[in-house]
């Protein structure tokens, strides 16, 4: 066991108490997400996990040992627990090889060419050896996202903490941080992923927090939480995630049928029309015109729309079966240039024998 949570509280001065008796129990190569509505205290859970804030009572056991104690280094602990934050927190006077090798030589007495070669391989390891010279406020911020767990990850860590590592970037920028994540987690990196991206949280995975009513309110691998909750709190906000689901197998399925349900669930759900226009444009230029005319009579697909009512964002994923084909580098040239215009961020992979496709639909702003 990596660690160990009891009966953690963290009362502010104010009274506000968003943890009143948290206990939970994390293994080495566990991703747990937390989720749950704003202020019940996750991104809390994790500054006190990482001892950025003290807590009020209760006790983390970190290798079998208590953080909380009196005498016990945190900076020892910190340098075992990365944390990458919302804001990037780069030095904008140091380029990106030097923020990310200032810490190994600091605090592990690392040579400054040990650091550098481990900077430079972890840079290449999330698509940036070409950046490494580079300033911060040269990249994008996707790119200084990525910079950041690269700085995290050059210090060795046991575990990562991720506090809504999406949530400060443009929605194009959203899939190139989620994919360095779930590398990550497919090399059995440890990690407790505060996010907003249930589709993320799904996929990416094995264990699900709920937190809510001071603590974690129900917990359970993401088949259980997202597919069978059951706590009144956990399916209230499961419900606030409108999910649309088809799949396509058959040699001439009804695509009218299909759309006429696109165009209902929208209205439904009072969905805009301007995020009802997006969705069917995805599902005919990327499902019928570019994905199913490439499989013909072999297509084996399966797509999804999930509603968030809250964020007023939609998530697509797209999986088919077959060999690789990459629809938005090999697709009809006008259907990918309208697919991109429907979609604020899209990212493909091949994984396991299966095609996937992952995306965000955003309503347009109007200025």
Partial sequence: MLLKVEHL????????????????????????????????????????????????????????????????????????????????????????????????????NKSRQEAYDTAVRLLAAVGLADKAKNYPSELSGGQQQRVAIVRSLAMEPKVLLFDEPTSALDP??????????????????TMIIVTHEMNFAKNVSNRVFYLDEGGIYEEGTPQQIFGNPQKE??????????VFRRSISAKAPDFMEIESAITAFGMRHMIGADLINKMQVVFEELCLTTIYD???????????????????????????RGEAFDPL?????????????????????????RNIVRGMLKKRIIA
Wanted: charged share 25%.
């Fill in 294 to 320: 490439h499989y013909k009579d072999q297509t084996d697909m399966e797509f999804t729309y999930e509603y968030s009512e809250s964020m007023d964002t939609i998530e697509v994923e797209v999986q088919y």
């Fill in 172 to 189: 194009t920028m959203v899939g190139e941080v989620l994919a360095v994540i779930r590398n990550l987690a497919k090399e059995g990196m």
């Fill in 233 to 242: 709190k956990t399916r209230q906000f499961i419900g606030r995630l409108k």
């Fill in 9 to 108: 509280k963290k009362q502010y001065e104010n009274g506000t108490t968003p943890i009143e008796d948290l206990n939970c129990e994390i293994n080495e190569g566990d991703v747990v997400s937390l989720i749950g509505p704003s202020g019940t205290g996750k991104s809390t859970f994790l500054n006190l996990l990482n001892r950025l804030e003290e807590p009020t009572a209760g006790k983390i056991l970190f290798n079998g040992e208590d953080t909380t104690a009196k005498g016990y280094d945190i900076h020892l602990l910190r340098r075992q627990m990365g944390m990458v934050f919302q804001s990037f927190h780069l030095f904008s006077h140091l380029t990106v090889v030097e923020n990310i090798m200032l810490a190994p030589v600091k605090l592990l």
């Fill in 329 to 353: 580098q090999e697709g009809d040239a006008l259907s990918v240039i309208l697919i991109r215009n429907a979609a604020e961020s899209l990212a493909y992979e091949y994984k396991d024998g």
